[in-house]
Structure formats: C-alpha cells, structure tokens
T-cell receptor, first 115, second 113 residues
Framework: DTAVSQTPKYLVTQMGNDKSIKCEQN?????MYWYKQDSKKFLKIMFS???????INETVPNRFSPKSPDKAHLNLHINSLELGDSAVYFC??????????????FGDGTRLSIL | DQQVKQNSPSLSVQEGRISILNCDYT??????FLWYKKYPAEGPTFLIS?????DKNEDGRFTVFLNKSAKHLSLHIVPSQPGDSAVYFC????????????FGTGTRLQVFP
C-alpha cells in the first residue's frame, strides 16, 4: 500500500545514455513533483504537474523531460546523461489545487549513478 | 543564495532529553513552514508544519516555534527517543507559490541511550 512509489530504486548507467524514472501515487493527489538531491544533500525542486499540466519548471536542462500520462503518474526522462546528473531523484505528491498549505508526500528516491 | 538554512549539520542528544533543531530563512514572503524527517534510503516524511499566522504548533512530542521577526524556526522534540535518529529537513513555501517548497540542507540528529 505504498503511497508514492518510484522505480527503479537504483540506476547505474554510462554517460551519454538516455534513461527514465517512473513515479506513481495512489493517494488521489492532484499535484506531483520531481526533486533532485545532490551530493551536498541539497533537495531542490525540478518540476511540478497539476492534473497533467506543467506548473513549475525550475532551471533544469532541457535534457530532462517530465511526462504525466495521468494525474497518478509523473515520469522523468533524461537524455544524454552527464556526470553531474548523478544524484538521488525524489518524486512527491500533494493534494494542492484549491487546497493550499498541504504537505507533500515523498517516494523513497531513485539513486542515479553515472559512470 | 540559499533561502532556507540549517546551520548545524549534526546534533547528538541523550535519550529522554530535549532535541532542538534550528532553521533560518531569508525570504520574507515565506508563510508556510514544514519539518520533514528522513531515514537512510527512504524519502522525507512529513513531521509537522506551521503557518505564519501562528508562532507555535504542537503535535505530541514535537513542537515547532516560529519567530517571524527573526526569520527563525525551531523544532523541539521532547523526550527524544533513539527512533528519532534521522536527518531533519526544514522547508518553506511562499504565499501564492505554495507548491514550491524550498528545503534546507538538513540536520542529522543522533539520539543515544
């Protein structure tokens, strides 16, 4: 009965490859997010989607492309992976929409390592 | 320019005593503040929050205090338990931008017997 689930948990790949991380939430939330936690443990928002619509798009290289097929899923595709993309990527969701100040619920993260 | 700062990377407290974790922010537009707890290999888990219209919010052993004039908030855990050992993140969002959480870099709390 996992609320926010991400796959895979670990991803090791070579520079230049393209990879995807999947995220699903069963909380019935309207908004989903992707965060990146870098080597300094700094957790920073990348994107947010509300009902499949892009709401937040921080300064992220356009090699990163989120895709939301429905409001329960937000996948992250990364093209031409670089060494600096090595990090832990967290998916999150929240009720949001017309309901403000609601905490976000996080998945357990995907640790991406670029060789 | 880090808008949310947790200046203590680690804190060690004896079981049963009080743990105080601190957080400072610079953006005066922040009006909602949260604390998250994170265990290794898991995602952050929401712990407690406070709106800027309050200066204190309590939930069991956890109390968050907000000092808006000092742009400072703190999380008090009393009594501390070994299971509280984790990394604690402070986060904030601004009025009109509630979906955009800005996180601090975390404080690792260790509660020893």
């Amino acid at each position: 009965d996992t609320a926010v689930s991400q796959t895979p948990k670990y991803l090791v790949t070579q520079m230049g490859n393209d990879k995807s991380i999947k995220c699903e939430q069963n909380l019935g939330h309207d908004t989903m997010y992707w965060y990146k936690q870098d080597s300094k443990k700094f957790l920073k928002i990348m994107f947010s989607y509300n009902n499949k619509e892009l709401i937040i798009n921080e300064t992220v290289p356009n090699r990163f492309s989120p895709k939301s097929p429905d409001k329960a899923h937000l996948n992250l595709h990364i093209n031409s992976l670089e060494l600096g993309d090595s990090a832990v990527y967290f998916c999150a969701s929240s009720p949001s929409g017309t309901v403000t100040n609601q905490p976000q619920h996080f998945g357990d993260g995907t640790r991406l390592s670029i060789l | 320019d880090q808008q949310v700062k947790q200046n203590s990377p680690s804190l060690s407290v004896q079981e049963g005593r009080i743990s105080i974790l601190n957080c400072d922010y610079t953006n005066s537009m922040f009006d909602y503040f949260l604390w998250y707890k994170k265990y290794p290999a898991e995602g952050p888990t929401f712990l407690i929050s406070i709106s800027s219209i309050k200066d204190k919010n309590e939930d069991g052993r956890f109390t968050v205090f907000l000092n808006k004039s000092a742009k400072h908030l703190s999380l008090h855990i009393v009594p501390s338990q070994p299971g509280d050992s984790a990394v604690y993140f402070c986060a904030a969002s601004a009025l009109g931008d509630t979906d955009k959480l800005i996180f601090g870099t975390g404080t690792r709390l260790q509660v020893f017997p």
